[in-house]
């Protein structure tokens, strides 16, 4: 009787009328009205206005910067792979580090460019561009590091799989092979997203270039673009299919560099955790990075309307779910050394937090599962200066991440008679701050000749860009 | 703006494209067949200071490999001949030869021939010589055949691949150890060299060594 009842009671108009929708009020993506106009000139002025005099300091700087790495990897090469500080049994130290690191820091422009593309998670067009620039400059620092490990770097082609005159192959049993692939496929389709992403934007440059050189510099690079609806399908085509492409990119590469450890025997690396726990601290520290480049970026440009608080949210909250993935997963190898009951892993992992390397077992743990627990106060996320500082941490923690894994698992494995201490050398210090530089350079190029951001798809969340405009509800 | 590319810019690309595909094609072609030891060590012939002829001694007056190169059984080093070993029989043939003048300086003198070095393995390459024909392999496998040579030259590429394909492969080069020094020595058909060999390389634990570190040591 009483579901009779219920069904003629929704089916009643007159109660229907006295229903009061509660509207949800969702923050714009795009603030302050602005016009679509508006858009197109915050985006092109960036790269059309005079050269501002901070992005000389900053790439002077940048690139004395880089020069220490210049110096490192021409001393290395003349000299040889020993003056990196990699002896027995510590044969892996901060070369692979760096590489991790660096890679690690890539993620996120695949998984924004891609996973979030394919959630429809509209956010992200503000700051897509700038990440997948800055994945593939991450890319390019990180493979710095195993093409010049090799020592002899003409012969690092070696590595790829081609006929030869000495009738071998690389061992494709190796994980560090799979990396090659791993690595050199995410690059590819990295730096074609990025680039078929701007066609648009090039071509909006181009049509608005004053000089010679820029009218030719941009009309090549977009490549004949006339925003036609043919054109513009076929983007959104290429779009989506590329998307669906990176999409196990950003898990593969990631588990692929896990294997690298996970595949070995070692005490502490040979653990089947390590591929989701790798993936997760990659995307933790790519985010973070993303923040420490954008939250500057979008002071100097006042770019306030475009990456707004909502974005910080959302990016915060990121590395929020990944920090505390990132911290499970370390409490789960200490569960699983205890509960798996093999002395040597136990052992390796009460070394990690108590013995010669304690030191760097709780620096990464106060950078990376402490610093982002503050992300769940609202008052936190919106302090910008705040943020920044816990996303340093968080870059922090991540380095010091590969470190513990890498060095303290070597330096106290199976045998204690081969116990060891790793210090770095100045070449390798050098060569590490040196990609810091280097990533600056190519950053600041970036941001001076390329779009930073996708006009036309910021164009489409606008508000004014909504084809069903109405007062009442904010349709994002 | 004004259309500033003209319409035959529409191909450039494609024929980059089409350009750099053949210059990479041809690049590598030309690296396959100029820059590889087939090419660079093969036929490689210097004038000697003595024009030793291998035909005569080997050939006509019957001589063993291991006559000079005494220490080829037993040592990872194959060697070339002091002065006196041609001596033994030079202070009593040919005494008077215009072509052995060097000869007979060097063993009055002391001072050794300065033959020219044909074949080099790599400073970073370990090779045995009597491990290899003391199990079957004779000198014709790696420096062809010699016996029929009046001036030595490089008859082999001796490249890495070379060396792999026999490690690989070893019962296609293997043979009766007494045969070794038979320069002309063949098995009388491919199918009994196969069985054969299978047969040796089954009997003597013949286990060539294909890791980085068998010969890169």
């Not at chain 1, 002071?299 to 590395?319: E, G, N, P, S, V």
């Not at chain 2, 004779?138 to 010699?146: I, P």
């Amino acid at each position: 009787m009483s579901a009779h009842t219920d069904e003629s009671a929704l089916a009643d108009p007159a109660l229907l009328a006295k229903v009061d929708p509660v509207t949800l009020p969702k923050p714009a993506l795009v603030e302050n009205e602005h016009t679509l106009h508006w858009v197109t000139e915050r985006v092109c002025t960036i790269v059309e206005d005079s050269t501002p005099r901070w992005w000389w300091v900053c790439f002077i700087l940048a690139c004395a910067m880089a020069s220490f790495t210049f110096v490192g990897l021409t001393y290395l090469v003349s000299t040889g792979v020993g003056t990196w500080g990699l002896a027995n049994p510590i044969n892996w130290g901060w070369a692979i580090v760096n590489f991790v690191f660096w890679i690690g820091i890539g993620h996120a422009g695949t998984l924004i460019s891609a996973i979030l593309c394919l959630l429809k998670q509209k956010w992200r067009t503000a700051i897509n561009r700038a990440a997948e620039a800055m994945t593939i400059f991450a890319v390019m620092c990180a493979g710095l590091f195993p093409l010049f490990h090799v020592g002899r770097v003409w012969y690092a082609w070696w590595l790829f799989p081609l006929p030869n005159a000495n009738g071998i192959w690389p061992n494709f049993r190796s994980p560090l092979e799979w990396d090659v692939f791993a690595v050199s496929t995410y690059f590819t389709v990295s730096c074609l997203f990025w680039y078929m992403g701007m066609i648009p934007d090039l071509a909006c440059l181009r049509d608005r270039a004053k000089k010679t050189w820029r009218k030719y510099f941009y009309g090549v690079l977009a490549m004949g673009w006339r925003s036609s609806s043919r054109h513009w399908n076929n983007y959104e085509m290429a779009y989506i299919l590329l998307a669906g492409l990176s999409t196990p990119l950003v898990l593969s590469v990631h588990t692929i560099v896990s294997f690298d450890f996970a595949v070995a025997l070692v005490p502490g690396w040979h653990t089947t955790i390590f591929p989701p726990y790798f993936v997760a601290g990659a995307i933790f520290s790519g985010f973070a990075m993303v923040l420490t480049i954008m939250l500057p970026l979008r002071a100097i440009y006042r770019l306030h309307d475009i990456i707004t608080q909502r974005h910080i949210d959302c990016m915060c909250k990121i590395i929020l779910g990944t920090g505390s993935m990132v911290g499970y997963a370390y409490a789960m190898e200490f569960f699983i050394a205890w509960y798996g009951a093999n002395p040597y892993e136990s052992f390796t992992f009460v070394n990690r937090a108590f013995g010669q390397y304690a030191w760097a077992y709780w620096i990464m743990v106060t950078c990376n599962v402490i610093s982002p627990q503050l992300f769940w106060f609202k008052c936190i996320r919106e302090n910008t200066a705040l943020v920044l500082v816990i996303c340093m941490f968080v870059n922090v923690g991540m380095w010091f991440e590969r470190f513990v894994i890498a060095v303290t698992s070597l330096a106290n494995d199976f045998l204690p008679s081969s116990w060891g201490y790793y210090s770095p050398t100045i070449v390798d210090i050098f060569t590490f701050f040196g990609t810091f530089g280097f990533f600056s350079v190519l950053f600041l190029l970036f941001v001076r000749f390329l779009p930073l951001m996708p006009i036309a798809e910021i164009k489409a969340i606008t508000p004014a860009g909504t084809p069903h405009p109405n007062p009442d509800t904010n349709h994002l | 703006m004004a259309n500033i590319f003209p319409k035959w810019s529409n191909f450039v690309p494609i024929k980059i494209i089409l350009g750099i595909g053949l210059v990479v094609t041809a690049v590598v072609a030309g690296i396959t067949y100029y820059g590889t030891p087939k090419y660079m060590r093969v036929g490689y012939q210097p004038i000697q200071p003595v024009p030793f002829d291998h035909n005569i001694h080997v050939e006509q007056l019957g001589m063993d490999c291991r006559y000079c190169h005494t220490y080829v059984d037993r040592s990872e080093h194959s060697n070339v001949p002091s002065t006196n070993t041609c001596m033994n029989c030079h202070s009593q043939v040919l005494t008077d030869s215009q072509a052995l003048a060097p000869v007979r300086e060097s063993a009055e003198s002391g001072e050794p021939i300065p033959w020219v070095r044909i074949h080099k393995t790599p400073d970073f390459v370990y090779f045995n010589h009597s491990v290899h024909v003391n199990r079957g392999i004779s000198c014709v496998e790696c420096h062809g055949q010699v016996n029929e040579m009046q001036t030595v030259y490089h008859a082999k590429s001796l490249s890495m691949s070379f060396c792999l394909d026999c490690h690989r492969h070893p019962e296609k080069s293997i043979r009766p150890v007494d045969e070794v020094y038979n320069l002309n020595w063949e098995a009388s058909s491919p199918k009994e060299q196969e069985e054969m060999g299978k047969r040796f390389v089954h009997d003597w634990k013949i286990n060539p060594p294909l890791s980085c570190s068998g010969c890169h040591r």
